[in-house]
């Protein structure tokens, strides 16, 4: 679509046209259906109930209405009293849709603040003092200032919860209705949920008024650009073959249950030359900037977390999501992997499945809609895995093994770990982004593995993992 359509398109929906120059500077040709559905009614001042997937655009559709009527009721900030309050559960999160918001503040004159913990309070306290007009906050640290008496919100013109069920998921709902409780019940208020269950609707009878509810990309419905798989593997095997998904090229994120798993896995994966960071609970909030900051600039390609960071984190060309331990429920599932195939892309989702882990992961993808690829990875050893993007397969789940034409050129075998130099080599015949290769202290690759490109089978015993074999494209 040309930018003058978008520019029509976003206008018609009442976004202003400072706005929009904003949005076509920064590339957002297409509002997305959460958007289109939404924006009119956020502008004409309703308050609104939304739902969307991970990644459907939320974010704009609330930021867009926000500072439209901010700019439109014209306040002076005042100290300690801000006119705009945005709710989030995670400080990453909170800073991101800071991020989002920062382009659209300054072109309308508006001063933001961040309020969440793990870092000191006086900043906070100081921002809230000079006044700040929009207020982005954890419900946590912004209780404590508002009983503290450094912030009150009397003069709140519009309040945005996000991620509200992830907030019931937290246990964060008692302290979210006491922050309500006390903005000014004359106030906009927007509301935007992956789902929408009875804990969001106690918030949404007691603080909406007479809401309209929009649904979009349902967090329950398949998204026809994320491949589903599931690799049914010995447990002694596990890193053996997250260290062989996560050197290919591009962005990857692994999830882990626990903060220790996640902290073991970062290490080991590092120790065998794959960059990683580690995103959990028991880093301070310096460490997790300083981790994300890496991962968004390419220097680590391989996030390591735990379900802190299945909600909101927003890193885009992440090619690939693995469940290194399967979650304990579907919405789970389901947001972790919303992490790629964000806004349209592409993306793949592979779940790591151990013999006693069968009952639980049919149980969570049946439960989730999802009908993934179950590949069984037998043998001492195990085939290179290379992820093909949708409709270049040539092999039952996009899963395929060595490339002996590619490989026959390095001693005989093919070469083992120490063949090198394979992870920078192009991926011809393909008419995928090309992703960024792992930085230059990456483990050296396998030489034929790519995570997109033409599918070669390897054929008859030049493959050197010959005594692997895969029983693949059965489906749960």
């Known amino acids: 679509m040309s930018s003058a359509v978008t520019a029509a398109g976003f206008a018609e929906l009442g976004v202003p046209s400072s706005l929009v120059a904003v949005l076509t500077d920064l590339g957002i ?29 939320k974010t704009y559709a609330f930021l867009l209405p926000l500072v439209g009527k901010l700019t439109t009721s014209n306040r002076p900030a005042q100290a300690r009293k801000p006119r705009a309050l945005i709710m989030a559960p995670t400080r990453e999160l909170v800073n991101q849709i800071h991020d989002a918001l920062k382009p659209l503040a300054r072109t309308a004159g508006l001063t933001t603040l961040t309020v969440f913990g793990g870092v000191g309070q006086n900043p906070q306290v100081q921002g809230l003092r000079k006044g700040a007009d929009i207020v982005l906050a954890c419900p946590g640290r912004l209780e404590d200032l508002i009983g503290q008496g450094h912030c009150d919100l009397s003069q709140v013109e519009i309040t945005v919860l996000d991620e509200a069920d992830h907030m019931a998921d937290l246990g964060f709902l008692p302290a979210v209705r006491r922050i309500l409780d006390q903005t000014p019940r004359s106030g906009q208020r927007l509301l935007f949920s992956a789902t929408l269950d009875k804990a969001i609707d106690v918030i949404v009878k007691r603080f909406l008024v007479n809401p309209v509810t929009h649904q979009a990309d349902s967090a329950q419905s398949p998204v026809s650009t ?9 447990r002694d095997s596990r890193v053996s073959v997250l260290t062989d998904l996560t050197s290919a090229p591009g962005r990857t994120v692994v999830f882990t249950r626990t903060k220790h798993g996640a902290k073991a896995l970062t290490r080991q994966l590092n120790k065998n030359g794959v960059p990683t960071v580690e995103l959990h609970g028991n880093l301070s909030q310096n460490a997790r900037t300083r981790n994300m900051d890496a991962f968004h600039a390419g220097h680590a390609t391989t996030l390591v977390a735990t379900d802190i960071a299945a909600r909101g984190i927003h ?38 499945m151990t013999d006693d882990q069968v009952r639980d992961v049919r149980d969570l993808t049946r439960a989730a809609g999802i009908k993934p690829t179950i590949t069984k990875i037998t043998g001492a050893s195990h085939p290179m895995l290379v992820q093909l993007a949708p409709g270049e397969r040539s092999l039952p789940g996009g899963l395929v093994v060595d490339v002996p034409a590619e490989s026959s050129g390095r001693g005989g075998s093919g070469g083992g770990r120490s063949g090198g130099g394979g992870r920078n080599r192009s991926r011809s015949g393909t008419s995928a982004k090309p992703s960024t290769a792992k930085s230059g202290s990456a483990k050296p690759s396998n030489g034929s593995r790519r995570r997109s490109g ?23």
């Open 29 to 57: 040709t297409t509002p997305t259906p959460i958007q289109a559905a939404t924006l009119a009614d956020s502008f004409a001042g309703r308050d609104v109930l939304g739902r969307g997937r991970t990644g459907s655009g």
């Open 226 to 234: 994320m491949d589903h798989h599931v690799l049914h593997l010995s």
């Open 454 to 476: 033409p599918s070669t089978q390897a054929s008859g015993g030049s493959s050197r993992h010959s005594a692997a074999s895969f029983s693949s494209g059965r489906r749960s």
């Open 315 to 352: 890193v885009d060309d992440v090619a690939l999501v693995i469940h290194a331990d399967p979650p304990v429920e579907h919405k789970a599932y389901l947001h972790r992997s919303g992490r790629t195939a964000r806004a349209g892309a592409k993306g793949t989702v592979i779940t790591l």
